[in-house]
């Protein structure tokens, strides 16, 4: 039971370009929305949130969107820079439940 | 601040064996979970400690793996005995608001 697919295991991306990485999820129950980034041998680290009640959240380059109809959100990364190179991971959760089920995760590499 | 803490950062074992991992949260968190991380997917929640209760280990695999929390500070997972499908990378992470999660840089478990 996947409740969350990112279905784009690896995305290559040029520098300064916009890098645009996408999640899916099942249930529509899910109202609290987060991006986690990784880099080998370290842990998981928060990039952004974003909850139900919005369908837009910005910081920075980064800038997350939430499509509760299609039950879709996305990371947008403009300009992409080479640090931003790591596997990006969406999380999913319910406000007020600290559970958080994560996609399988995106690898982004940005060519310079 | 020093971040959350966890030790030793690679295990080989064969199968049949035990192992133990150990984490030390960020000061102050009261809130510290184990996850699993295998090869190409998630890090899946495993159990989540409020202080030093349970919270939720709905997803431990209890006829082999334990874990517990002693004085609602560090935390130690235990697997015995091992199994193949047990080789992943096993994250700590603590936080003291929701959501807020701090993973350490995990545990790389080789069984063989």
């Known amino acids: 039971d996947q409740q969350v697919k990112q279905n784009s295991p690896s995305l290559s991306v040029q520098e300064g370009r916009i890098s645009i990485l996408n999640c899916d999820y099942t249930n529509s129950m899910f109202d609290y929305f987060l991006w986690y980034k990784k880099y080998p041998a370290e842990g998981p680290t928060f990039l952004i949130s974003i909850s139900s009640i919005k369908d837009k959240n910005e910081d920075g380059r980064f800038t997350v969107f939430l499509n509760k109809s299609a039950k879709h959100l996305s990371l947008h990364i403009v300009p992409s820079q080479p640090g931003d190179s790591a596997v990006y991971f969406c999380a999913i959760t319910n406000f007020g439940n600290e559970k958080l089920t994560f996609g399988t995760g995106t690898r982004l590499t940005i060519i310079p | 601040e020093a971040g959350v803490a966890q030790s030793p950062r690679y295990k080989i074992i064969e199968k049949r064996q035990s192992v133990a991992f150990w984490c030390n949260p960020i000061s102050g968190h009261a809130t510290l979970y184990w996850y699993q991380q295998i090869l190409g997917q998630g890090p899946k929640l495993l159990i989540q400690f409020q202080n030093n209760g349970v919270v939720d280990d709905s997803q431990l695999p209890k006829d082999r793996f334990s874990a517990e929390r002693l004085k609602g500070v560090d935390s130690t997972l235990k697997i015995q005995p091992a199994k193949l499908e047990d080789s992943a990378v096993y994250l700590c992470?603590?936080?003291?608001?929701?959501?807020?999660?701090?993973f350490g840089p995990g545990t790389r478990l080789t069984v063989t």
């Open positions: 992470a603590s936080s003291s608001l929701p959501y807020e999660q701090y």
